[in-house]
């Protein structure tokens, strides 16, 4: 398999309740829900960087797409890392997330790597790491 991931959809209760705190509190673009004529088919996405998007879709139609029975959600089954240039970021980043609504869940502190992080969960408990990594800094975009 060679790495061509372009998408990472996170499931949602209310789609229009998520996709306000990505737009609106956290400030990522977007051109908003679309396929809402479709009975499964309401997404957004949201653009991330060097083409990967991020895409919201309800926990009911991915369990319908696929097949599988709609279960609970677990917030530690996996973290989306938001790797930022400074620590300053970092508590910027977790800042508005908690003014958009988000849990802080553990507030940015120095990390045993040599890095700083913290970690939020989203209005759906999707678990978010805003994090400075001194040896993986990202690439600045326009």
Known sequence: MKPRISVITLCVDDL???????????????????GEEFEYGAVAFFDLSAGLKLALWPRK????????????????????????????????????????GAVIVKPAQDTFWGGYAGYF??????????????????????
Not at 16 to 34: H, K, M, S
Not at 67 to 80: D, Q, R, V, W, Y
Not at 121 to 142: R, T
């Open 121 to 142: 969960q989203d209005l759906d408990g999707h678990l978010w790491e805003v994090v400075w990594n001194p040896a993986l800094l990202p690439e600045e975009s326009a």
């Open 61 to 100: 139609s991915l369990a319908h797409d696929t097949g599988l029975k709609l279960a609970a959600p677990s917030a530690t089954e996996f973290s989306i890392g938001h790797n930022v240039m400074s620590q300053l970021e970092v508590d910027e980043v977790m800042a508005q997330a908690e003014s958009a």
């Open 16 to 34: 229009e309740r998520a996709v306000r705190f990505y737009q609106d509190g956290l400030g990522l673009p977007t051109d908003g829900i679309i």
